[in-house]
């Protein structure tokens, strides 16, 4: 489950960043992020990933037996000028690994209403679906058995992600979907020798500021989670609320 991405087609990716340039954008920064992009889309570094991904893309669920899967790492995307950053687990095999889930549906009708994305709902790569001011990526970016990578595999897509944070320089905030996104994300800090320490704990609504960034835990959009309850339409707003705070904006929904 993550976000329902992997809508754009490698050659989309080769020519631009996930949305059209905004005025002022850095230009070698899309350049990049569009590399690392392709770079996720070519990956068969995880053989066991490899193999699901592409016997869920042949096999396929009943209900969308007729659909066209993906099949392939699910890119991220987004605004690269973004402030906001979202780190989620990873696709779902009939979720990003097709074209979208019930958590995309969650997560992108939170964006529209906050402000980020410019439509609420997302079933198809060429849907118009645009981000301002966010960028969503995942810590594992192929579907895995059970929504449970290894802890090999998520080592090997950690690069990815540190690379996105180097380029994505404008970040103040960044919302993490689920524990895994969250610990994800400190990873890649300390990586990047930025981690704090102790290391903080999750919790949906738990806050911590690292340097420039402020971190938000959010309980992951899953089906797991919002059918009982656990995760309710205003807790998702309030958490962007606040992002849009972090990221010096007052907050103004759209409905």
Partial sequence: MILSGGRQPPEFWESQGANAPRSGGCR????????????????RTCPRLVEWRER???ERRAAFREETYWGRPVPSFGDDQARLLICGLAPAAHGGNRTGDRSGDWLFAALHRAGFANQPTSTTRDDGLRLTDCYITACVHCCPPDNHPTPGERDNCQPFLVREL???RRVRCVV????????GFLRALLVLGEAPRPRPRFGHGAEVVIGARALLGCYHPSQQNTFTGRLTEAMLDDIFRRARQRIGEPWSPHR
């Fill in 166 to 168: 180097r380029l994505l």
């Fill in 176 to 183: 993490c979907l689920g524990g895994f996104g969250w610990n």
């Fill in 56 to 58: 869920m893309a042949r």
């Fill in 28 to 43: 070698m920064a899309r350049v990049s992020l569009a590399q690392v992009q392709a770079e996720i889309i070519a990956c």
